[in-house]
């Protein structure tokens, strides 16, 4: 399984400018799905599984930088260069909410329960707005001491984490006090920040290692140094054996998470990779390039036995017909706002 000979991904096309953020929603009753943020200002959600578009997000002005899906996959959010997040319906892509910023806004996190959407941005300032009051004015946590970069919740929406674009380490805040409890020290940038599935790690790319830290205890459990200069990276959820990175040589390599050691090395984007994630079965992972092109990766050609292994555990049947389902039921949705989904599709690539 670890020496297949050529990756042939799904390649998905639609954007029109370089692919900076994805992000999968877990699985839901209908299925998962995929969001990717792209300098030409509009988000697509496609499904998880098969990379088929469903949807738009038009609105902003600017270059989106982040975006990201609650639990429920019903709603988006996305950080943009023109000093807004907006937060969208999932399933008619409306726009629900603009929150404004005074500078360029980078990241964006729904909180685990659906409540909460934390943003940040070049203002150095976190901010928390409650959905269920959007009109309210945000909570403000102590100011960031740079330029923020990315950010995440863990312990069930009791810890903050993020990043800066401008000095290495990654901090972590208490949100009930609102001050920095923690910082996990790297001596670049940390480019990207995820919290594992299981809760367990926190894995961050600084550019030449990926490092993986306890995130209840802060301890760093791994730090591997990269062939290349790599800017994303993700761990497997399903088995926590290996995990991907991308960066600026193009290649997509997957590792051993125990020895460093490299599985593979997918070749096929014609730009720097900006990000990488797997997807919430571990079955996948996707790349995001410069290129302007989403890239789906199978994480190993399955045998007879394992796919109904993973149907039975990780209900894959189910999903692909209810991912269907619900795909055709979005783009019932869509008629009033985007008229003709497939040619917008083909259109949004040239």
């Known amino acids: 399984m670890e020496k297949k000979k050529v990756a042939v991904p799904l390649v998905c096309h639609g954007h029109s400018r370089p692919v900076v953020d994805l992000f999968y929603s877990p699985v839901t009753p209908d299925g998962f799905f995929l969001i990717s943020a792209s300098k030409d200002s509009s988000p ?29 996959a019903l709603r988006a959010a996305s950080a943009s260069a023109d000093f807004s997040t907006k937060v969208w319906d999932a399933l008619t892509g409306d726009e629900l909410h603009s929150f404004e910023h005074k500078h360029i ?32 004015p945000p909570r403000e946590v102590d100011k960031s001491p740079g330029s923020v970069r990315t950010v995440a919740w863990l312990h069930s929406d009791q810890t903050i984490l993020s990043s800066c674009t401008d000095m290495g380490g990654v901090r972590l805040w208490d949100v009930r006090s609102g001050i920095i409890v923690q910082t996990l020290e790297t001596k670049s940038s940390v480019t990207s920040a995820e919290v594992s599935q299981d809760g367990r790690y926190i894995i961050t790319a600084d550019g030449s290692t990926v490092k993986f830290w306890d995130a209840n205890y802060y301890g760093m459990v791994k730090s591997y140094d990269m062939p290349c200069t790599v800017e994303s990276a993700s761990l497997e959820p399903k088995y ?72 039975a555990n990780g209900s894959i049947d189910k999903v692909k017909v209810t991912a269907d389902e619900v795909s055709r039921k979005i783009e019932g949705f869509h008629t009033a706002d985007e008229g003709k989904p497939k040619e917008k599709e083909e259109a949004g690539e040239e």
């Open 44 to 72: 697509m959600l496609r499904n998880g599984e098969t990379g088929d578009w469903i949807g738009t997000f038009e609105g902003h002005k600017g270059a989106v930088w982040s975006c990201c899906l609650d639990t429920n």
């Open 240 to 311: 926590g054996n290996k995990f991907v990175a991308g960066g600026e040589d193009m290649w997509v390599r997957v590792f051993d998470f125990h020895t460093g050691n490299e599985i593979a090395c997918n070749k096929g984007h014609h730009g720097p990779v900006h990000c990488v994630r797997f997807s919430p079965g571990g079955e996948s992972y996707a790349s995001g390039s410069e290129d302007g092109t989403i890239r789906i990766w199978r994480t190993g050609p399955l045998t007879h036995d394992e796919s109904e292994d993973l149907s």
């Open 105 to 136: 806004a980078r990241a964006c996190a729904f909180s685990e329960d659906t409540h909460l959407l934390l943003t940040g941005g070049v203002e150095k300032i976190l901010r928390i707005y409650d959905m269920n009051r959007p009109d309210a």
